[in-house]
């Protein structure tokens, strides 16, 4: 892997296939697989206007691509446009920054330090008593946009099975009527 440079380890969601060294990254209506070798972690970034359809399409890739011989192990995680884990924006720093001189993405991590990767570990820091009440939780900033995510991604969801439901219910309407005639 040597030979490779910072864009082969980037790939755009294109329809149901992926496209490596996309023209453009960071697009709103994008998906972008990621690959971050220090963290042994597959980026699926998604923009905010991406598609639930391309979303699916790039985890689908994301457990493709694991089994690759370079990529064996690896984890992945869908972040959304605007609520990135802070170890991300490592790498989204050295793209806006054009910092593509590096071998790979995230590798200015090395001269940086970072205090922890939430995304993948979120911890809850119980205070003081031993009593576990709900309201002694602190939750760090970091969780609360985890929080958020997640019930973000969970009302997409829901809004697109309330819009399959409403869909089936026409499909068995319409063969409904036909099956009278």
Same mark, same amino acid.
């Given at each position: 892997?040597?030979?490779?440079? %910072?864009?082969?380890?980037?790939?755009?969601?294109?329809?149901?296939? +992926?496209?490596?060294?996309?023209?453009? $990254?960071?697009?709103?209506?994008?998906? %972008?697989?990621?690959?971050?070798?220090?963290?042994?972690? +597959?980026?699926?970034?998604?923009?905010?206007?991406?598609?639930?359809?391309?979303?699916?399409?790039?985890?689908?890739?994301?457990?493709?691509?694991?089994?690759?011989?370079?990529?064996?192990?690896?984890?992945?995680?869908?972040?959304?446009?605007?609520?990135?884990?802070?170890?991300?924006?490592?790498?989204?720093?050295? $793209?806006?920054?054009?910092?593509?001189?590096?071998? %790979?993405?995230?590798?200015?991590?090395?001269?940086?330090? +970072?205090?922890?990767?939430?995304?993948?570990?979120?911890?809850?820091?119980?205070?003081?008593?031993?009593?576990?009440?709900?309201?002694?939780?602190?939750?760090?900033?970091?969780?609360?946009?985890?929080?958020?995510?997640?019930?973000?991604?969970?009302?997409?969801?829901?809004?697109?099975?309330?819009?399959? +439901?409403?869909?089936?219910?026409?499909?068995?309407?319409?063969?409904?009527?036909?099956?009278?005639?």
């Amino acid at each position: 892997m040597s030979s490779q440079s %910072y864009f082969d380890f980037i790939y755009e969601v294109d329809g149901e296939t +992926i496209k490596l060294r996309p023209d453009k $990254i960071f697009e709103p209506k994008g998906v %972008y697989l990621i690959i971050d070798k220090d963290l042994k972690l +597959i980026w699926i970034w998604a923009g905010s206007h991406s598609r639930l359809f391309h979303r699916y399409m790039a985890a689908n890739w994301a457990g493709k691509l694991k089994t690759k011989k370079n990529f064996f192990n690896f984890k992945y995680e869908v972040i959304k446009q605007g609520i990135e884990p802070s170890a991300f924006h490592v790498i989204f720093n050295e $793209i806006k920054e054009n910092n593509t001189h590096l071998n %790979y993405p995230g590798e200015s991590r090395k001269f940086v330090v +970072i205090s922890d990767y939430t995304a993948v570990k979120p911890e809850l820091k119980i205070s003081g008593s031993t009593e576990r009440k709900p309201y002694e939780v602190e939750i760090s900033h970091s969780v609360k946009n985890r929080i958020r995510k997640i019930l973000s991604e969970i009302k997409e969801m829901q809004d697109h099975l309330k819009y399959s +439901i409403e869909h089936i219910q026409q499909r068995y309407e319409e063969i409904e009527k036909l099956l009278e005639k």
